[in-house]
């Protein structure tokens, strides 16, 4: 008998153009994931009722989701 392996589930590319976070104030290392829905980012660190986004280039997304809320308003 073979033992068979489990498939190791990759998890989905995040499309950094899209994603959008809230600072939490933490040295801007963490900001709070604003996507919908279950995250299934692979950097999504589930914290509490929210997820944490621990992507490297967090700062350049935090500085494009304030631009964004800018231009919205």
Do not use: W
Not at 40 to 45: F, H, P, R, V
Not at 49 to 59: E, G, R, S
């Amino acid at each position: 008998m073979t033992k068979q392996t489990a498939k190791a589930k990759s998890l989905p590319e995040c499309d950094l153009r899209d994603c959008r976070v809230e600072s939490v104030g933490i040295d801007d290392q963490f900001a709070e994931c604003l996507m919908e829905g279950p995250n299934d980012c692979e950097y999504a660190l589930a914290f509490g009722y929210c997820f944490l986004c621990k992507h490297p280039h967090v700062n350049e997304m935090l500085l494009r989701s304030k631009q964004a809320e800018v231009l919205a308003v």
